[in-house]
């Protein structure tokens, strides 16, 4: 088999030289010039040279040198990278090294005792699972708290009606979608976040149906759940707003993960490991 480069390996210059030559860049790979004897044909007992088939010429010799000198210097910076170069059937056209196989994924990590103490209480008293998180240090403690059934069939229906207020015109049914699911997403944070506070300061509690609804400042017909959100997104910088999304995430994935093993008995007991 010819030996091959990369298309990804050659530079912007390169691939344009090749392009101006008539080299067929679409297969990912150009060969490199190889030394071919004259075809020839058989007329009777007498062997004749006959004229060489058209191709695309072979890229130049300094483009097929200036490419493996950068690969070689890329693979030394990389110290035992490689690679696998295989065609669409599964065939291993080049390799390169040791193709290295990927670690496995960190262990999940285990969820707390009193996480899952204080869930069970929550749950089986029909109150609000909520959970304290510290950050920058301590200096900011937010806490988060699960939502009922009925809110979180407001915050999608509230997705869908704010169309009325930001309308998704001319856009594909897909992207409509994710935008409406990034609102529900949105809902999703605005009626968990239960409490903030500061160091030296009182907690801020939360609470969506105590927000006043203005129709100058969030539009005529605007819900309470509608409010409180443009509320808080005036009101948060994108700092805080980025590390408490982050936060939510991490309370929502720990509450799936205890939904996920309701029907497993041998998480909930004192000394099982998760």
């Not at 088999?1 to 912007?12: A, E, I, K, N, Q």
């Not at 699972?129 to 069939?153: C, I, M, P, S």
Request: net charge negative; glycine share 6%; with cysteine.
């Amino acid at each position: 088999m010819p030996d091959v480069l990369r298309v990804s390996d050659l530079t912007l210059e390169e691939l344009h030289a090749l392009e101006a030559q008539g080299t067929d860049l679409t297969k990912g790979v150009v060969p490199v010039p190889q030394p071919k004897a004259a075809p020839r044909a058989v007329v009777g007992d007498a062997v004749l040279p006959t004229s060489k088939p058209l191709e695309a010429p072979p890229p130049p010799a300094d483009v097929v040198a200036r490419a493996r000198e950068r690969l070689a210097a890329a693979q030394d910076l990389a110290g035992d990278s490689s690679f696998e170069e295989r065609s669409k059937t599964g065939e291993l056209l080049a390799k390169q090294g040791e193709v290295q196989t990927p670690p496995p994924p960190a262990p999940e990590a285990a969820v707390e005792e009193t996480d899952k103490a204080a869930f069970l209480i929550a749950m089986l008293g029909g109150s609000p699972f909520r959970k304290a998180y510290r950050l920058f240090g301590g200096k900011l403690e937010v806490t988060f708290q699960t939502r009922g059934a009925h809110v979180d069939a407001a915050c999608a229906a509230q997705a869908y009606r704010d169309d009325e207020f930001e309308p998704l015109v001319n856009l594909e049914v897909t992207v409509k979608q994710q935008l409406r699911m990034n609102r529900y997403f949105d809902y999703q944070f605005v009626t968990s976040l239960h409490a903030m506070a500061a160091t030296g300061s009182p907690p801020r509690v939360f609470d969506v149906e105590a927000t006043a609804v203005d129709p100058v400042k969030h539009g005529a017909g605007a819900s309470k759940l509608r409010a409180t959100k443009l509320d808080l997104d005036k009101e948060l910088s994108q700092p805080i707003r980025v590390a408490l999304r982050s936060v939510h995430t991490k309370f929502e994935n720990l509450v799936a993960k205890m939904t996920m093993e309701a029907n497993n008995p041998d998480f909930w007991e004192a000394d099982s490991v998760t």
